[in-house]
């Protein structure tokens, strides 16, 4: 019985690349989230999906930054030409539903932008 | 801004004492929930209150939820060393809501 899965655990781009991360949510859950994580602070909501379909993107940057979870395999956090700002952890979490359910994370993806 | 808010910000207490952990939040809810979270990994939920419910236990934890004052507090009984991690509550506003963290409190017992 897998957990979230997020891989990679660990992930270095320099200035200008792209960076994709992964999400398997846990087995039976449709709904996905993604949260980011900087030093000695708590957990900022970036994007909220269904599959095939965005529910919220409140949290997301404008520019450079884009969310899908497609019917088929994992969510994917795009982040394009990565500034070192972007450097911090990012978590995925899922649940079964909507409300009233507590969320699952992963062990998150630290990117670090050189 | 975030929405819960934790104090204190750190606390350290010996092994076998109690921790007590406060939140404060400011809009309306539908539950709020608390979850932890050991260095260099994910959070892992520990306990969800609903906002018609006034306190709620499950182990050596034991919540408790005041909406009049928009509070809850985490108490943690005959703390362990293993107890020590960061803790973070969340607000849930209902369906279709994103969970809303605070910054968390950095909880250290010492064996």
């Known amino acids: 019985n897998a957990g979230v899965m997020q891989n990679p655990r660990h992930l270095v781009r320099r200035r200008g690349q792209e960076a994709r991360l992964r999400c398997s949510p846990m087995?039976?859950?449709?709904?996905v989230y993604w949260y980011r994580q900087l030093p000695e602070e708590g957990l900022k909501f970036m994007v909220y999906?269904?599959?095939?379909?965005?529910?919220?993107e409140s949290g997301m940057p404008k520019e450079r930054f884009s969310a899908e979870f497609p019917k088929e395999g994992p969510s994917i956090l795009r982040i394009q030409q990565v500034v070192r700002g972007d450097s911090a952890a990012y978590f995925c979490?899922?649940?079964?539903?909507?409300?009233?359910?507590?969320?699952?994370f992963g062990n998150g993806t630290r990117l670090t932008v050189t | 801004s975030q929405q819960g808010e934790e104090d204190p910000q750190a606390l350290s207490i010996q092994e076998g004492e109690n921790a007590t952990m406060n939140c404060s939040y400011k809009?309306?809810?539908?539950?709020l929930q608390w979850y932890r979270q050991n260095s260099g990994r994910g959070l892992v939920h520990l306990i969800l209150?609903?906002?018609?419910?006034r306190e709620k236990h499950s182990g050596r934890l034991r919540v408790t939820l005041d909406t009049s004052k928009k509070s809850s507090s985490l108490l943690i009984t005959a703390s362990r060393a293993a107890d020590t991690a960061s803790y973070f509550c969340?607000?849930?506003?209902?369906?279709?809501?994103?969970?809303?963290f605070g910054k968390g409190i950095t909880l250290s017992v010492r064996p």
């Open positions: 969340a607000t849930d506003a209902g369906a279709n809501s994103k969970l809303t």
């Open positions: 979490a899922s649940s079964p539903r909507s409300n009233n359910s507590p969320l699952h």
């Open positions: 999906l269904q599959k095939e379909n965005i529910i919220d």
């Open positions: 809009t309306s809810i539908n539950n």
């Open positions: 087995k039976g859950h449709s709904h």
């Open positions: 209150i609903r906002s018609n419910e």
